[in-house]
């Protein structure tokens, strides 16, 4: 067998660019030592951990990787505002871990881990499962800071959704959208920065728009944020106006929109601005990383982990690798396309590692396009390298939707972001 080496990587990586690092790793999968034997366990079946479990496999078919997911399928956060306007349905957005089983030989375990030992290297799982690993890999997502609005708690979220985790919140919600009554009032409780997908809360705004244009067209939509200003927000209101006229208000910190208390029983919010009650609220609270990392002590007192922004391995844990939405990444955005990426270049990082070879510099992506409309889509791209181990946005590169553009143009769009999500997902869990 041939010698991995870090030219074959580098050269691959930098001929398929961040997108197409996995290509470049794929293309190398020939010329890897065998690191037989080693153990790579992965918490977390999402955007990240799927990847990072994936492109090990392709890269070193002789590590045994092993998922820790309690879900036996996986409802994907990206997609789910479409949802809420009935653009698709619950099976579109719902993916299993049978590929990653049969074509990549991965070892899938439903199961929900509970604790890690770091010294002996060991997770154990809710059923007293004890699994041995040579390098970990968590990817849990995030959790949300319950404490962050008096009044609002995880019980109040079966009342008034978040739905920022897709699954059952996200059905809840579509439900009582539909239910509203003609002429009621839709109302979001916006989050504070960092969080995950930052234009999410404005494409949903968008998509619950689309719905009432075509089955409550009298409904009103109010945002309160405790912002001043969010992603792609000069496209995201062009559009309000363009689509839905003065359908949606949007009130940030200026204004006093900073939510401090919610009266659940009687659907009523509380803030400087104004005391609003309504028919329906979305709620999405503040967020933090999720609950295993704290539990093994990967996050600081942002609560949030901080890695090395080239390899994604922990600053505070050797060995244990963090990627998606609970790490802290620089410039780079919290969403399904930043938590693949970082997949692939953790991947990367835990077989060069496993080989005892230095992990060639990255140059990394993310893209996320947004539906305002049904046939009405923006983007903004982003690529980003480590500067003094940061990752930095590279000036020059990527960029948003013009601010002009023709109706044609924003249906293309639209088009792409079907596109990207098909093309994301299949890489991730069906190819």
């Known amino acids: 067998m041939k010698m991995f080496n870090r030219r074959s990587l580098i050269k691959a990586m930098a001929a398929a660019g961040v997108a197409g690092s996995a290509f470049g790793l794929q293309a190398c999968s020939n010329n890897v030592r065998s690191t037989s034997g080693k153990k790579v366990v992965v918490i977390g079946g999402g955007f990240g951990g799927s990847t990072v479990a994936k492109y090990i496999k392709r890269y070193d078919s002789s590590v045994d990787v092993t998922i820790i997911e309690p879900k036996k399928t996986y409802m994907t956060c990206p997609g789910s505002n479409w949802y809420l306007a009935g653009l698709v349905d619950v099976e579109y957005l719902t993916h299993d871990y049978e590929s990653l089983k049969s074509e990549h ?68 919600l579509a439900k009582q959208i539909k239910e ?38 009298t409904a009103t939509i109010m945002c309160l944020d405790p912002k001043n200003k969010f992603s792609k927000q000069s496209l995201f209101m062009g559009g309000w106006r363009e689509l839905y006229g003065q359908m949606i208000e949007w009130y940030g910190a200026i204004d006093g929109a900073t939510v401090t208390k919610i009266d659940v029983e009687n659907k ?53 690798y963090v990627v998606g939405d609970s790490c802290i990444a620089g410039a780079m955005p919290k969403s399904g396309h930043s938590a693949s990426v970082q997949g692939k270049h953790c991947a990367a990082a835990v077989v060069t590692d496993l080989n005892g070879l230095d992990m060639p510099a ?50 293309q769009e639209a088009n792409y972001a079907f596109s990207w999500y098909q093309s994301i997902t299949k890489d991730i869990w069906h190819s």
């Open 105 to 172: 030989d991965i070892n899938v375990i439903h199961q929900m881990a509970t604790s890690v030992d770091k010294a002996k290297q060991t997770v154990t799982l809710d059923d007293g499962q004890v699994l041995a690993y040579d390098r970990l890999v968590v990817s849990p997502g995030i959790d949300f800071r319950w404490d962050a609005i008096e009044g609002y708690s995880e019980e109040a979220s079966e009342i008034l959704p978040h739905a920022w985790k897709a699954g059952p919140q996200t059905e809840l």
């Open 180 to 217: 509203m009554p003609q002429g009621g009032r839709f109302l979001m409780v916006a989050p504070p920065n960092p969080f995950r997908c930052g234009p999410g809360p404005y494409e949903r705004l968008s998509m619950v728009a689309d719905y009432f244009k075509r089955h409550n067209p």
């Open 268 to 320: 009523t919010v509380y803030s400087e601005f104004d005391t609003i009650t309504a028919d329906v609220i979305n709620v999405i609270p503040a967020q933090k990383a999720g609950k295993i990392a704290f539990d093994i002590g990967l996050t600081d007192d942002s609560g949030w982990c901080p890695v090395h922004q080239g390899t994604f391995e922990s600053k505070l844990h050797k060995g244990i």
């Open 362 to 411: 990255i140059r990394t992506v993310n893209t996320c396009y947004s539906l305002v409309g049904s046939e009405y889509g923006i983007s903004v791209v982003g690529v980003y390298e480590p500067v003094d181990g940061v990752l930095k946005g590279v000036e020059g590169a990527g960029g948003v939707s013009k601010g002009a553009a023709s109706l044609e143009e924003r249906k």
